[in-house]
C-alpha cells in the first residue's frame, strides 16, 4: 500500500515535471520569440526588445523556464504580453468556473450512465436493451457543442424555459447561476454520459458472467440485489478508470462548450490567449489543464486500492 | 467464426461509403459552386432549387456539405496516417523491447494521453497559425497514444506465440520478426483502430473549425457552418442542424465500422461492446 | 413419501437440442448420493436446474420437488425460488478461486447468507454465527481477511461454510474438489461429510472422480448423454455395473487397482497394464445417437439399441441398456 503511494507519487511527479518541459518547449521556445509574435511582424525592433526586456526573455531558456516554474508553484503565473496584468488571478477565477461546469457534467453523466449502462448489461439480448445501446452509440456520435446547439434551439428558443447563454457566479445571484449552468452542463455530462454507459455495459457484463455473482443468487439473492451488493464495487473499478483518462476530454470539451454558451471559464481565456497570441496565458492555462488531468488520474489511481482489496497488499 | 450478419459492419459501411462516395462525387459535380456568394438568396428557404437552403452569404448549403465530406475525410486520412505511422512501430517496438525501455516508452505514452487531440490542435495553432495542416497533424500526434496501446498488447500477445519463440531461438534479428510476423499479426487491430480514430479525427476537426482553428474559409467545412450558423439560432435554426447531423452521422459511421470489424476479427468480444 | 429432492422427468434444452433428456432422480433424508460421468453428460446442468440458475437461454422442464417446499422449483418465480435458495437449498460449485467476491470480507459474505434469510435475529449474531461456521471449516480467525488472502482450499472450506449457514435440507457439491490440490481434496471431503451429518442434510455429490463417489455416497446414478443409464447402492453399482457404459467407465478408472491394494502391484510392475478406456470420445451436445446414447460406442451393440432402452428394476436401483453385463451376452 505503502509502496504503491510511493511509486504513484513519483510518476506524478516526473509526468508533471516531463509536461512542464514540454508545455514551456512548445510555447515558449518553438515559436522563436514570444514577443515578436505577440506584437505582430509590423511591431518595431526597438518594441519587441522592449518586452522581451520587460519580461526577461532576454535571460537564457532555463533560467526562464525555471522562474516561469518556481512562479507556478507559489501561485504567480507571471504577467501577460498583451495587457501586462497578472494572469494567476484571472486563473483562479476562470477555473471555479469551469470546474462548476465540469464537476456537474460528470455528475450528469455518472447518473445518466449508471442505470443506463445496467439496464443495457442485463438485458442485452432483449429489444430494450439493444435499443438503449443503439441509442448510446447515436450519443457518442454527437460532438459536446452540437448537443449544447440543439439543446439551445430546444430548451431556449422553442420553449424559452431557460437562457440561450452566460454566466452568473453562484453567490452574486445561485437561481441565475443554476439556470445558467443546466445547459451547458447537458451538453457536456449527456455526450460524455453516452460514452460512460457504453463502458458500464461492458463492465456489469463482465460482473454479471462472474462466478461470485451465481454464489450470491445461489445464497438466496434475487437478480438486482446480487448485482447491487456484490457486483457494483466490482464493476466500478473499470469505470472509474475511465472516468478518469476521460477527464482530459471533458475539460477539453468543456473549453468549446464554453465558447457556445458564452462562458468565462478557462477555455475562453484559453482561446482569447490564442487570438491574442499572448502566449504566457496560453502556456499558463495549458499547464493547469495538464496538471489537473494528471492530478485527477494520481487520485483514481488511489482510489483502486479503496475498491479493490486486492491491490492493498505488496506482493 | 460464424458468418451471420454483423449489423454494426453494414450500416457503419455503408455510411462511411455514402461519405466517401458523396466526396469523390463533390469533385466532379456539385448542385452549385460551393463558395459562390450570392447575397439575393441570402438565408433561403430550402427549395427545388436549393434543397437544403442557402447561408448567410447566399451559398448553397449541400453544395458545401459535400465539399465539407472531402474536407472531413481529408483531416481524417492525414491524422490517421500520422497516428498509424508514428503509433504503430512505437506500439510493437514497446512490445519488443525488455522491461524498462519499454516502461519507459508506455509512460510518456501515457503522458500524451494528458493532451487531447482539440488541445494539442490548439497548442499547434497558437504556435504555427490555425490551418488545416496543422489541424491534421495536431489530431495525428494526439491519436498516437491510442494507437501505441492497443499495438502493443496486440504484439504482446503475438511475441508470446511459439513460432515467434522458435524465430527468436533460431537467432532471427528483431527487425524481421517485426515486419514478417507481428506485423501482419496486429493488421486487424490497425483497422479497427483506425476506424475508431477516424471518427475521433472527425469530431476533433469540427470543434476546431467551430472554434476557428481548423479550416480557414473559404474552403466548406462541417464544424465553420455550424459556427456560422449560430448567430442563427432563432431565426433559421436549419443551419446548424444540416451540418450538425452530417458530423454525427459520419462520426457514427466510424464508430459503427470501428465496432463491426471488431466483432469480424474477434468474435469473442462480440457481447462485449 | 419422504424423499427430500424429487425429480421427475427432467429436461433440460437450448434451442431445441436436449442436453438432459428424462432424468429421474430422488435423494432421502440425509442420503448421500452421487452424480458421475464425463464432462458433457449433463450432471451439472442437472444440479443447477434444481436450482434454478441455468444461464440465461438454457431451458428447463420437469417436475423438481423440494421438502419443506410446497411449490414446483421449475418455473417458479425469482422471488420464490430466491427464498429457498440458501434456505432449504445450498450449492458449493466446482471453482473455488472465482466463487467468492473479492472485495468483500470473507465473514461478511457468510454472514450475509444468514441474513438474506433472516435465521439470525440481528447482524451481530450472524456474524457470530459465521465465526462458528468458518470455525467448524477449521479456518479460525479469517472472518476479516478477503478471498486472495486464502488458498483456493480455505476458500472452497468458506463457499461450504456459507452453504451450510442455514442448515439446508439438501447441500449439492458441484466437483468441489477437482480444482484442488490432491492433498487437500480429502479434507475438504471429509468436512463436507461432517457438515451434512451434524445437520441431518441430505447430499448431492457430482463429480467424474469414481474413488470419490466411492468414499463419499451411498447411492449413485451414473449420466451419459444427459441421460441416467444405471443407478443404485454404490457397492452394486461398482463391483456389478449392468449398464455397458459404467462398465466401461469402471474398467478404465483405476479403481480396482486402488482398492486391491499391493496384490496387484506385482503383477503391475512386472507388465504396466494398460488401462482400457472407452472407445471414441463423448460426442458434442445435441449429437448424441438416438436410441440408446452410448450404442456409437459401445462394443455390444446392435441393431436393438436403436430403439430407446427401456428402465429396468425399481426407481432407485436399475439401468437402461438392452444388452447388460452380466446377463447372458447377445
Known amino acids: 500500500m505503502l509502496l504503491r503511494l510511493i511509486e504513484r507519487t513519483a510518476v506524478l511527479l516526473v509526468s508533471l515535471a516531463v509536461s512542464s518541459v514540454l508545455v514551456f518547449g512548445f510555447l515558449a ?284 497488499v505488496t506482493r | 467464426m460464424n458468418r451471420r450478419l454483423n449489423p454494426s459492419l453494414i450500416v457503419g459501411g455503408f455510411i462511411v461509403g455514402l461519405i466517401v462516395l458523396i466526396a469523390l462525387l463533390s469533385f466532379i459535380w456539385t448542385p452549385y459552386d460551393a463558395t459562390l ?49 508514428i503509433g504503430v512501430p512505437v506500439g510493437i517496438l514497446a512490445a519488443m523491447t525488455p522491461r524498462w525501455p519499454s516502461e519507459v516508452i508506455m509512460r510518456s505514452n501515457d503522458l500524451l494521453l494528458a493532451f487531447p487531440a482539440l488541445l494539442l490542435a490548439i497548442m499547434f495553432g497558437a504556435v504555427f497559425g490555425a490551418s488545416t495542416l496543422t489541424a491534421m497533424i495536431a489530431i495525428g500526434i494526439a491519436t498516437v497514444p491510442s494507437f501505441a496501446r492497443v499495438i502493443r498488447s496486440g504484439a504482446l500477445q503475438v511475441m508470446r506465440t511459439e513460432y515467434v519463440l522458435a524465430a527468436r531461438a533460431a537467432g532471427r534479428r528483431p527487425v524481421p520478426i517485426a515486419v514478417r510476423h507481428v506485423l501482419p499479426n496486429v493488421v486487424s487491430l490497425i483497422t479497427v483502430q483506425a476506424s475508431v480514430s477516424f471518427a475521433i479525427a472527425v469530431l476533433a476537426e469540427a470543434a476546431l473549425s467551430f472554434l476557428g ?47 463491426g470489424l471488431r466483432d469480424r476479427f474477434d468474435p469473442r468480444l462480440e457481447d462485449r461492446r | 413419501m419422504s424423499d427430500v429432492l424429487t425429480v421427475q422427468g427432467l429436461t433440460v434444452s437450448v434451442r431445441d437440442v436436449a442436453l438432459v433428456s428424462d432424468v429421474e432422480l430422488t435423494v432421502g433424508p440425509g442420503e448421500r448420493v452421487g452424480l458421475i460421468g464425463e464432462s458433457g453428460s449433463g450432471k451439472s446442468l442437472t444440479a443447477l436446474s434444481v436450482l434454478g440458475l441455468l444461464p440465461e437461454d438454457v431451458l428447463a422442464a420437469g417436475s423438481v420437488r423440494l421438502s419443506g417446499v410446497d411449490h414446483e422449483l421449475i418455473g417458479a418465480d425469482e422471488r420464490r425460488m430466491s427464498r429457498v435458495r440458501g434456505r432449504h437449498l445450498a450449492m458449493v460449485f466446482q471453482e473455488p478461486m472465482t466463487a467468492l467476491n473479492p472485495t468483500m470480507r470473507v465473514g461478511d459474505q457468510v454472514a450475509e447468507a444468514m441474513l438474506i434469510h433472516r435465521t439470525r435475529s440481528s447482524r451481530r449474531a450472524a456474524r457470530i454465527a459465521a465465526a462458528e461456521l468458518l470455525e467448524l471449516v477449521q479456518l479460525p480467525g479469517v472472518m476479516r481477511t478477503y478471498p486472495h488472502q486464502l488458498s483456493g482450499g480455505q476458500r472452497q472450506r468458506v463457499v461450504l461454510a456459507l452453504a451450510l449457514a ?73 463391483t456389478r455395473p449392468r449398464h455397458r457404459y459404467t462398465e466401461g467407465l469402471i474398467a478404465a478408472s483405476d479403481l480396482e487397482s486402488a482398492d486391491s491394494g499391493p496384490a496387484d502391484v506385482g503383477l503391475a510392475t512386472s507388465a504396466p497394464r494398460r488401462l482400457p478406456t472407452i472407445p471414441g470420445n463423448v460426442p458434442p451436445a445435441g449429437q448424441f445417437p438416438d436410441g440408446c446414447v452410448f450404442r456409437n460406442r459401445c462394443a455390444h451393440a446392435t441393431e436393438t439399441c436403436a430403439t430407446l432402452p427401456p428402465w429396468t428394476g425399481t426407481p432407485t436401483q436399475g439401468f437402461a441398456c438392452h444388452h447388460p453385463a452380466g446377463a447372458s451376452d447377445a
Open chain 1, 29 to 312: 521556445v518553438l515559436p522563436g520569440d514570444p514577443a515578436r509574435v505577440a506584437l505582430g511582424v509590423n511591431a518595431s525592433d526597438e518594441a519587441v526588445a522592449e518586452l522581451r526586456r520587460q519580461f526577461g526573455l532576454d535571460r537564457p531558456l532555463t533560467t526562464q523556464y525555471f522562474d516561469w516554474l518556481g512562479g507556478m508553484l507559489q501561485g504567480d503565473f507571471g504577467l501577460s504580453y498583451i495587457s501586462k496584468a497578472p494572469i494567476g488571478p484571472q486563473i483562479t477565477d476562470r477555473f471555479q468556473v469551469t470546474l462548476w461546469l465540469v464537476v456537474t457534467s460528470v455528475v450528469i453523466a455518472l447518473v445518466v450512465a449508471a442505470p443506463a449502462g445496467t439496464v443495457m448489461a442485463a438485458r442485452h439480448r432483449q429489444l430494450s436493451g439493444l435499443a438503449l445501446s443503439a441509442l448510446s452509440q447515436v450519443g457518442v456520435a454527437v460532438p459536446a457543442f452540437l448537443a449544447g446547439i440543439l439543446l439551445i434551439m430546444v430548451f431556449a428558443v422553442k420553449l424559452g424555459w431557460l437562457p440561450a447563454n452566460g454566466w452568473t457566479p453562484p453567490a452574486q445571484d445561485p437561481g441565475m447561476f443554476l439556470r445558467q449552468l443546466v445547459l451547458p452542463a447537458l451538453s457536456l455530462g449527456l455526450v460524455q454520459g453516452a460514452v460512460l454507459t457504453r463502458y458500464v455495459r461492458s463492465a456489469v457484463l463482465d460482473v454479471l458472467r462472474e462466478d461470485y455473482l451465481r454464489t450470491a443468487r445461489a445464497k438466496g439473492l434475487r437478480p438486482f440485489p446480487a448485482l447491487w451488493r456484490h457486483g457494483l464495487r466490482n464493476a466500478a473499478v473499470p469505470v472509474v478508470t475511465v472516468l478518469g483518462l476521460q477527464l482530459a476530454t471533458l475539460l477539453i470539451g468543456a473549453v468549446v462548450v464554453e465558447r457556445v454558451f458564452v462562458i468565462p471559464g478557462l477555455g475562453s481565456l484559453l482561446l482569447d490567449g490564442v487570438s491574442n497570441r499572448d502566449l504566457l496565458v496560453v502556456q499558463d492555462v495549458v499547464m493547469v489543464l495538464v496538471v489537473a488531468v494528471l492530478v485527477v488520474n494520481f487520485l483514481v489511481d488511489l482510489l483502486y486500492v479503496a475498491l479493490d482489496p486486492r491491490l492493498r
Open chain 2, 37 to 85: 456568394v450570392d447575397s439575393s438568396i441570402r438565408l433561403a428557404k430550402p427549395s427545388w432549387s436549393h434543397w437544403f437552403g442557402t447561408d448567410k452569404f447566399g451559398r448553397d448549403i449541400l453544395s458545401q456539405l459535400m465539399v465539407g465530406a472531402r474536407t472531413t475525410l481529408f483531416v481524417g486520412l492525414v491524422a490517421v496516417g500520422v497516428a498509424a505511422v
Open chain 2, 213 to 259: 482553428y481548423g479550416t480557414a474559409p473559404p474552403t466548406p467545412s462541417w464544424g465553420r457552418m455550424l459556427q456560422e450558423s449560430q448567430e442563427f439560432l432563432f431565426s433559421a435554426p436549419r443551419l446548424a442542424v444540416f451540418p450538425g447531423l452530417a458530423i454525427a452521422v459520419a462520426v457514427l459511421g466510424f464508430n459503427l465500422l470501428g465496432d
Open chain 3, 166 to 238: 442455514n442448515d439446508p435440507a439438501l447441500l449439492i457439491c458441484d466437483e468441489p474438489t477437482t480444482a484442488l490440490d490432491v492433498t487437500v481434496q480429502a479434507m475438504v471431503l471429509d468436512l463436507i461429510m461432517r457438515g451434512v451429518a451434524a445437520r441431518e442434510s441430505a447430499l448431492l455429490f457430482i463429480t467424474h472422480d469414481l474413488a470419490v463417489v466411492a468414499t463419499v455416497c451411498q447411492r449413485v446414478l451414473v449420466m451419459y448423454g444427459g441421460r441416467v443409464v444405471e443407478s443404485g447402492p454404490v457397492t452394486e453399482v461398482f
